[in-house]
């Protein structure tokens, strides 16, 4: 399965991949925030990585956070510093530095073909680095910044398809990079808030993306998958392919949105609208649901005896066409993107709304597809309360570590700044090729 080379990831500090160390993974959600340490451990897995054992979890209850955007600086940066506490506790370890993931800013997918010269006629690493470097200069899209530069396949002069160039010879090489952009506001600000709380952001990574990486198996990604993430403030998907995402997109409704509407709906609050759907939710009816009453307390009633009996079927009535309006929304981007035949026949639901009763039948039936609940696998230390598909993307994260290459490390050598000498001979090589 090919991973990928040089993919890059915004903010992201190249280091050596696969080198054993300490990385930290923080996943700010509209429902919760979760901060994952793991050690990388020596050895290959079968997709190429190295193993990781979690060594340090944190997790809290979102504040601040809307549709993976923050809207309250103070309350966001008190629940980020409750989760990352909680997770140095267990490690034994001070972060300093995070991988983030991104679910707002509306992403967008394009893919871009550049080509370039090779200097020394045979194919080496700091070619394809400028090659890639090349077409991250040439797609600047105002307003938005660049989140990720994934090199799809490559090619060498007349010869395309190629997945790894490196010692072949030829005049000229090629790059087709899926760019994933994303607005600037709102990804500046989740920054700012990560840094408000002492930590670096040494890399920002697309929801579906990471969870993609923690709960998808290499015959999926080879063979055509779409990963459905599943989250509380918006529902994103990626489409990937021989190893690759290819397409990466997102819809602005969520668990969020279902627990609203059946808070509205039976006019109870928030906090018991949310228990209700975790307890009792379920987007298919069934023949005992008339003879199932629930209690719903009433908003502003402080007599709990005064609360309203309802049959489940109730419920099941308000989650159900909300969970069917988002599937229809992801089936119609992804029919419009075009890469629909790409993904194939298979769907991957992660994220903590994938967790809803019926949510699997439901998007095999809208999407005609295969629907599988996936979860983070081939990881170390995580119990079963933190290894269910809610927990995916920050695993996910933590994976992504090796493949940019991109990581946090307690070894400040390993860090190659924007100034240093390698971006300065790949700015010189650009201006002397173009």
């Not at 509209?30 to 979690?54: D, T, V, Y």
């Not at 670096?200 to 990604?221: C, H, T, W």
């Not at 490390?409 to 390993?414: E, F, G, R």
Request: with cysteine; aromatic share 4%.
């Amino acid at each position: 399965m090919n991973m990928g080379l040089g993919a890059k990831g915004l903010q992201g500090k190249p280091i050596s991949a696969g080198r054993p160390g300490i990385v930290a993974a923080l996943d700010v959600g509209s429902n919760k925030i979760a901060c994952f340490i793991a050690k990388i451990e020596p050895g290959k897995l079968a997709n190429g990585l190295s193993p990781m054992r979690i060594i340090g979890i944190g997790h809290q209850v979102s504040r601040g956070v809307r549709g993976g955007a923050i809207v309250d600086m103070d309350a966001a940066e008190e629940a980020i510093r409750v989760a990352v506490d909680a997770a140095e506790r267990m490690a034994g370890a001070t972060v300093r530095e995070v991988l983030v993931t991104v679910a707002c800013g509306e992403p967008k997918s394009q893919t871009i073909a550049v080509q370039a010269p090779i200097p020394s006629r045979e194919v080496q690493d700091d070619d394809l680095t400028r090659l890639v470097a090349f077409g991250q200069g040439k797609y600047m899209p105002e307003g938005r910044d660049v989140l990720h530069a994934i090199p799809i396949n490559y090619s060498v002069d007349d010869n395309r398809g190629i997945r790894d160039p490196r010692g072949m010879f030829g005049e000229k090489a090629g790059v087709e990079l899926h760019m994933v952009s994303v607005q600037h506001g709102p990804v500046r600000n989740l920054e700012l808030c990560i840094q408000r709380c002492h930590l670096n952001v040494a890399g920002m990574v697309a929801a579906p993306y990471a969870s993609g990486l923690a709960a998808l198996v290499e015959d999926e990604m080879d063979l055509g998958v779409t990963v459905i993430d599943m989250g509380g403030g918006t529902t994103s998907l990626a489409v990937f392919f021989e190893g690759q995402m290819v397409y990466c997109d997102a819809v602005p409704v969520g668990g969020q949105h279902i627990t609203n509407d059946i808070a509205r709906g039976l006019s109870t609050p928030i906090a018991y609208a949310e228990r209700m759907k975790t307890l009792y939710g379920s987007a298919l009816a069934s023949p005992s649901d008339e003879r199932e009453l629930i209690d719903v307390p009433q908003v502003g009633e402080t007599d709990h005896s005064s609360a309203n009996h309802i049959p489940r079927s109730i419920l099941t009535g308000i989650i159900q066409p909300r969970l069917e309006e988002t599937l229809e929304l992801v089936r119609d981007r992804l029919t419009k993107s075009g890469f629909d035949r790409v993904a194939g026949q298979r769907v991957v639901l992660t994220g903590g709304g994938a967790q809803l009763s019926g949510a699997r039948e439901h998007t095999a039936r809208i999407l005609n597809k295969k629907v599988r609940v996936g979860q983070p696998v081939r990881y170390m230390g995580l119990a079963e309360a933190t290894g269910g598909p809610a927990f995916s993307a920050a695993a996910g994260l933590a994976s992504y570590s090796q493949l940019a290459p991109l990581t946090i490390n307690s070894d400040p050598a390993l860090d190659v700044p924007e100034n240093s000498g390698q971006w300065r001979r790949i700015g010189r090589w650009l201006k002397e090729n173009f």
